[in-house]
C-alpha cells in the first residue's frame, strides 16, 4: 500500500459535525478534505441509528410486523410456495416465528449497514490505491462511505415514514423497498423477483449517494472523481448483478 497519503491542509478551518453533515449533501468535496484531516464517522452513524430506530418503531405502529412478514412471503413465489406445503401446524409454527424475528431484524438494521460499509470500503480502498495510484487510508475511505450513508439510508428512511404516515397502505408495503424511489418499487406485482430487486438497485439516492461517495474517494485517494467512480460503480454494479443472481436462483 502506497505511504505518501493525503495530508490535512493547515489553512482550511476544520468543520465541525453539523457542518460536516451538512456538507454531505451539498460540498462533499469540503466533507472530505475535512475527512483527511479527520477520519470520525460517529456522527452519521448516530443520525442513522435514530432515523432506522424511528423508521422501524414507525413500522411496528403503523405497518404491524404481521403485515411485514406476509408481505414479504407473498411477495416471493418460491418461499410462499415451501410454506404452503408444510402441514398446517408447521405452517403456523413457521409464520409466528417469521413475525417474531421481524423487529429484531427491523431494529438491527444499523449493524448490518454498518458491516456492509466495511466490506465495501474494504473493497474499494485497495482498488483505488493499486488500481489508479491512489494514497488513501481505509479509514477515510470508510468516513466517506459512512457520510455517504446519510443519502443512501437516511433520507429514504425520512421518506418512508413520511409516507406511512400519510397513508401507505400496509397491504402493499415492502420493508426492504418502503418509497417509489426506485424502478424496483414500481414493478412489483407481476414482474420476476430477480427484476424487482435488480430494479430496486436503481435508486435515484442510492445513485446519489454513490455521487458523493466518488467525489471523496477521489479528494482523500488523491485520483480524479472520474478514477473513483469507476471503482465505486464498477463494485456496486458487481454487488447488484451478484444480489440479483441469488434472488434468481432461490426465488
Do not use: H
Not at 103 to 127: K, N, R
Not at 174 to 190: C, E, R
Not at 213 to 234: E, H, N, P, W
Amino acid at each position: 500500500m502506497a505511504e505518501a497519503v493525503a495530508q490535512p491542509d493547515a489553512t482550511v478551518q476544520p468543520l465541525n459535525e453539523v457542518q460536516r453533515i451538512v456538507d454531505t449533501f451539498g460540498t462533499p468535496s469540503r466533507l472530505a478534505k475535512d475527512i483527511v484531516r479527520s477520519a470520525a464517522w460517529w456522527g452519521p452513524f448516530i443520525v442513522l441509528i435514530l432515523v432506522s430506530t424511528a423508521f422501524s418503531f414507525t413500522v411496528g405502529k403503523k405497518v404491524g410486523w404481521t403485515a411485514v412478514y406476509d408481505n414479504a412471503i407473498n411477495q416471493n413465489p418460491k418461499m410462499k410456495q415451501m410454506i404452503e406445503n408444510l402441514p398446517a401446524e408447521q405452517q403456523a409454527i413457521a409464520r409466528q416465528k417469521g413475525i417474531a424475528r421481524q423487529p429484531y431484524t427491523a431494529y438491527a438494521a444499523p449493524v448490518f449497514s454498518l458491516a456492509f460499509t466495511a466490506i465495501f470500503a474494504l473493497l474499494i480502498w485497495p482498488t483505488i490505491n493499486f488500481g489508479f495510484g491512489g494514497t488513501a487510508k481505509y479509514s477515510r475511505i470508510f468516513a466517506v462511505l459512512m457520510y455517504s450513508n446519510l443519502i443512501g439510508y437516511g433520507v429514504k428512511y425520512l421518506l418512508a415514514i413520511i409516507a406511512i404516515f400519510a397513508g401507505l397502505s400496509p397491504e402493499s408495503f415492502n420493508f426492504n423497498n418502503p418509497v417509489g424511489t426506485n424502478i424496483g418499487y414500481y414493478l412489483v406485482g407481476n414482474s420476476p423477483l430477480w427484476l424487482v430487486t435488480m430494479g430496486a438497485f436503481i435508486d435515484l439516492f442510492g445513485i446519489w449517494s454513490l455521487v458523493v461517495c466518488s467525489i471523496g474517494c477521489g479528494v482523500v485517494a488523491r485520483v480524479k472523481t472520474s478514477s473513483a467512480a469507476i471503482a465505486v460503480f464498477g463494485w456496486f454494479v458487481l454487488f447488484m448483478l451478484g444480489i440479483t443472481g441469488l434472488v434468481a436462483a432461490f426465488s
